[in-house]
């Protein structure tokens, strides 16, 4: 059952830390691109490379949708989880089945971890300066 029509594109949004990953999946041969670039050369670490496709290697889809996506703040990691949950919930749009095996793997949760802010008076969010008695 197909909540989209075919041959048009999918529109979704991913977000983790503070980055934001604005994905366009349409019908294809499996091309991903960042940012007008191949994303095996935007985000050069292998690692990154393989959690970005889990969501597409869990439900063998990675050779029938072809993802454009623009990315925004944070750093390569953080991209990475952004991108990884906007291609998860565009394959939910374009297919309601496929969120009971994404939901399960985890691709679904958006990771709300945020970098915590640095206090007054203090040198980190957590860290103090030395105790001194005298």
């Known amino acids: 059952m197909a909540t989209t029509t075919p041959n048009q594109p999918t529109i979704a949004t991913g977000r983790r830390k503070t980055s934001v990953a604005r994905v366009r999946m349409s019908p294809g041969v499996g091309k991903i691109f960042v940012n007008g670039k ?37 750093g390569k990691a953080g991209q990475a989880g952004a ?21 399960a793997k985890g691709c679904l949760t958006r990771d709300d971890r945020m970098k915590e802010r640095k206090k007054p008076g203090q040198p980190g969010a957590r860290k103090r300066f030395q105790f001194s008695k005298r």
């Open 83 to 103: 991108l990884r949950h906007g291609i998860s919930r565009a394959l939910v749009e374009i297919d309601a089945e496929y969120r009971d095996v994404l939901k």
């Open 38 to 74: 191949e994303f095996t050369q935007y985000f050069s670490d292998p690692v990154l490379c393989t959690y970005i496709e889990q969501p597409l290697s869990y439900l063998e889809v990675g050779d029938k949708f072809d993802i454009q996506a623009r990315l925004d703040g944070g």
